[in-house]
């Protein structure tokens, strides 16, 4: 059961936004980001490694296209999935949300980020529902949201999640087999 406390009117929830936004992160709290993100790449790797999900695999295309899809991924998934499952999701914090409304919250906005891609899939593009509901990458998923959400949550600001989920999303797409997983 979620805490009763904890608002989520929609005039708080846009306000927490617009902090989580406004929030210029400083250089401990980018640190601490490359931090989440370095553990968080060293978990993918070994996961996906094992698992033979992620294979060095070079995107084919032109500077355009590139150029393109990187313009593409930071507005979505990056920015729009951040902007939902956690700039909306989640407490900002200096809200003042205790510890375990937190976590909850947390587990919740979790949930709906894993939730959300067979979702998408199956609503948007059905080919790559299969890829989207793949346990191994649901996992991945799950790391890169937790990472996110930690990124977050140690910053206050969206900015390092959002590059977070962007630079994973694309080095996945360009460099590890993700273009031809998605029918690129």
């Known amino acids: 059961m979620l ?10 929830r846009l306000g927490s936004l617009r ?3 406004l929030t ?11 931090w989440v993100f370095g553990l968080f790449l060293i978990l993918a790797v070994v996961i996906g490694g094992l698992s033979g999900f992620l294979r060095l695999e070079l995107m084919v295309g032109s500077w355009r296209d590139y ?11 990056s920015l729009l999935e951040e902007v939902v499952f956690r700039g909306l999701l989640l407490p900002h914090p200096r809200e003042g949300a205790s510890r375990r ?4 919250y947390a587990a919740v906005s979790l949930g709906i980020f894993l939730v959300w891609h067979p979702l998408n899939g199956w609503l948007f593009r059905p080919a790559v529902l ?7 990458f649901l ?4 790391l890169l949201g937790g990472a996110t959400m930690t990124a977050y949550l140690r910053s206050a600001s969206l900015w390092p999640a959002i590059l977070l989920h962007w630079l994973t999303v694309v080095t996945w797409i360009v460099f590890f087999g ?7």
């Not at 210029?24 to 490359?34: E, H, I, N, T």
């Not at 299969?130 to 191994?136: A, H, R, T, V, Y």
């Open 3 to 12: 805490p009763t406390n904890y608002r989520l009117g929609v005039r708080e």
């Open 19 to 21: 902090l989580a936004l």
């Open 24 to 34: 210029v992160p400083g250089r401990k709290a980018w640190g601490q980001s490359l």
């Open 67 to 77: 150029a393109v899809l990187l313009a593409v991924l930071l507005i979505t998934p």
């Open 101 to 104: 409304q937190t976590l909850s």
């Open 130 to 136: 299969p890829l989207f509901g793949d346990p191994i």
């Open 139 to 142: 996992s991945l998923a799950a």
């Open 178 to 184: 993700g273009s031809c997983a998605l029918g690129a």
